[in-house]
């Protein structure tokens, strides 16, 4: 196996056509890692993820994956390679059950039969099991929300990507997702953990990366993060 991280990120500027977003991003991930980014709105932060997942265009830097340049990839190579991002705002089949969200998401990455990857994500979300035959647009925010991450699951990702998973999520439903994203770093998942509620991020955190105005202003242990006086003026602050 390759020695090194898992992701590394190395002088990353990226954007969309010719609009400029991120400037010289350094970021790395370890395996079993949970690598949170934080910042305000319009920092970059799901730019950032569009760039690693081949949605945003690199124009400078790399992006390697297990040593292997993913830098531009297609996104479907991108997944492949294992990685596997959980887009904002839940973007799942509305009128589509939840059993057909999770045959449309299945790849088919390793010899792992589709069965086998579904119970895995029932585990996870037992209410998905219970719902399944219901149609994706009749369940609750949060049961959304854990469909979608369902959805990445059954792409059987090395690292995963989620972008703002408690958003507008009430607090008990934001912590469960939470549990369940410390669940998968347990069982050896790396994850990518873009998060507004800095707090419970902070908590469930190995690392964490600060960006405002498209660079990394501020990045350390999740702990020392959080006890960092100047991460609200960081956050506040301007370029
Ligand atoms: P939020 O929390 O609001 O999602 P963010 O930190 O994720 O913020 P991004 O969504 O990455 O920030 O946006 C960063 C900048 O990129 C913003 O100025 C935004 O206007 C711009 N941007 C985002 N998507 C596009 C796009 N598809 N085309 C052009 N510019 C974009």
């Known amino acids: 196996k390759t020695s090194g991280p898992l992701l590394k990120i190395e002088g ?19 395996r079993q890692e949970i690598v949170v980014v934080l910042g305000p709105n319009g920092a970059g932060k799901t730019t950032l993820l569009n760039s690693i997942s081949g949605v945003a265009r690199a124009t400078m830097g ?14 479907e190579t991108v997944v492949r390679a294992g990685l596997a991002h959980c887009p904002e705002g839940r973007q799942i089949f509305q009128r589509l059950t939840i059993e ?24 996870h979300f037992p209410v ?39 958003l507008g999520l009430a607090p008990l439903i934001a912590h469960q997702i939470f549990r369940i994203i410390l669940d998968l770093s347990r069982e050896g998942m790396s994850i990518l953990l873009v998060e507004q509620n800095v707090q419970l991020a902070l908590e469930c955190g190995d690392y964490a990366y600060l960006l405002n105005t498209g660079r990394v202003r501020l990045h350390g242990d999740a ?15 301007g370029a």
């Open 100 to 123: 057909e969200n999770l045959v449309a998401a299945h790849i088919g990455r390793s010899n792992r039969s589709f069965e086998d990857l579904r119970a895995e994500v029932f585990d």
């Open 62 to 75: 790399t992006i390697t994956f297990e040593g292997r340049d993913i830098t531009n990839a297609r996104p």
């Open 223 to 237: 702990q020392h993060m959080a006890e960092h006086s100047a991460l609200g003026d960081a956050y506040l602050g």
């Open 12 to 30: 990353l500027s990226s954007g969309y056509g010719r609009v400029g977003v991120l400037t010289d991003i350094n970021l790395e991930a370890d």
């Open 128 to 166: 998905l099991k219970e719902k399944r035959n219901g149609m994706a647009s009749r369940i609750s925010g949060g049961q959304q929300q854990m469909l979608a991450v369902g959805r990445a699951l059954m792409a059987e990702p090395k690292l995963l990507m989620l972008d703002e998973p408690s």
